[in-house]
């Protein structure tokens, strides 16, 4: 195991999304429209033969949608010490995100070194 998936501290904001320092003192900041579209829930995931919920790409403001809410979280509660479930504000509350969840989705490029399309050049083995 090369990492802790125990928080030693969580840092929350409703408007802006959630922190995470983990023991192992790696630190995740995740944004609320990041942690909507990871929700693991059987709803979001398909788990249940529906498809999956399509992320929504990243758009310019659009003047049919300004009258829509921010998305926000309603509120955060512990799930044993494994998960927090995450009340959002469009209704949404099924999701339980357990840590194990969260420092796999951590969006940091050291934890994603994928994500920006190219490998990293010249890793050390
Ligand atoms: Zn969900
Ligand atoms: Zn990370």
New binding site residues.
Partial sequence: MLFSTDPEHIAISKSKGIKIDWKDG???EYGLKYLRDKCPCAGCTGAHGTPPRVPEPEQPANPFQMYQPALKMLGVDPVGNYAIRINWSDGHSAGIYSYDHL?EI???????PNKKGDPLPGRPQ
Avoid at 106 to 112: I, K, T
């Fill in positions: 790696h630190r995740s420092r951590c969006p940091c490029e050291a934890c994603q």
